[in-house]
């Protein structure tokens, strides 16, 4: 599977495409029955507005489920991916068979309702600690089936996506360490097993477990759940030698004091596992 950073425009719209067909196969099933109600031959127009200020995001998947169910749709986007709506802005209009709109109203509107929740709680982390090194980082905390489509939310938000899932990059946590014999054997461990990782990354709690870390070589370093005073001297400490990323219980409230010890990451479960969905609907007017 590609990382991100090699997606282009087509990748992103096949990805869309293939979990909305998920999602409408899990919806429509074996057919809409109370769609089957209107009309077949009857169109309709309709309008997606945003019942409170959000960053927009989630349009490919938006398109995705509309054309799926009626291909001859025509959409015209008043506001456009990645950018902010007003409450009770429209934010799409769209105009096509009312059968097949009102089959992917939901879809649509549950992929537009969560990608510009993530996209717009990234987007407030992000804004707190503009001014500092730090950038806001995700994780694999998301929900089963969605993971690339969360991670690219985060992306259009400001955010940075850290490792996609087991098969990219390398994150060793204490279990690691203690299975493969010390910090030392799993760091040279890693070097023979997964030459191909974008990056390799090792856990600490304490300032020692910091020290023996980087004597071992690590370039990159997830300071877990350290209080103020221990961050600073973890900086302090590692005087540029790996990057540094805190993690462990961020909230909005603390994650300007966070940044400003002058670690380079701060990653934060809660952008893709802890939100709440945008407000949008759907309005029809039949032609």
């Not at 400001?158 to 990219?168: C, E, F």
């Not at 990782?197 to 877990?224: S, Y």
């Not at 961050?231 to 540029?240: D, F, P």
Request: charged share 20%; proline share 2%.
């Amino acid at each position: 599977m590609k990382h991100f950073s090699e997606f282009c425009a087509a990748d992103l719209a096949e990805l869309a495409r293939a979990d909305v067909a998920r999602a409408l196969a899990e919806d429509i099933g074996s057919g809409d029955l109370t769609a089957a109600l209107v009309d077949g031959s009857r169109q309709a127009r309709a309008f997606i507005v945003a019942r409170e200020s959000a960053l927009l995001c989630g349009t490919p998947w938006v398109q995705a489920a509309l054309l799926a169910c009626d291909p001859h749709a025509r959409l015209n986007w008043q506001v456009a991916e990645g950018q902010r709506c007003a409450a009770n802005q429209v934010v799409l209009e769209l105009q096509g068979q009312a059968q097949a709109l009102l089959s992917a109203e939901r879809t649509a509107l549950n992929f537009l309702q969560l990608l510009s929740a993530v996209a717009s709680k990234t987007a407030t982390f992000v804004a707190a600690v503009a001014g500092t090194q730090a950038q806001i980082v995700d994780t694999r905390k998301t929900l089963p089936g969605l993971r690339l489509a969360q991670k690219y939310a985060v992306k259009t938000g400001g955010g940075v996506n850290h490792r996609i899932g087991l098969y990219d990059a390398v994150l060793i946590k204490e279990n690691h360490i203690a299975a493969a014999g010390g910090v030392a054997a799993v760091l040279q461990r890693v070097q023979e097993t997964a030459p191909q990782a974008r990056f390799v990354e090792i856990e600490v709690e304490t300032l020692a477990q910091l020290e023996q870390a980087l004597a071992c070589g690590a370039r990159m370093v997830l300071l877990d759940n350290m209080d103020l005073p221990t961050l600073h001297e973890a900086v302090r400490r590692n005087a540029g030698r790996a990057v540094l990323e805190i993690s462990g219980g961020v909230k909005l409230q603390t994650v300007r004091a966070l940044a400003q010890t002058g670690v380079d990451r701060i990653s934060i479960g809660s952008l893709t596992k802890d939100v709440q969905a945008v407000d949008f609907s759907m309005r029809f007017d039949t032609l």
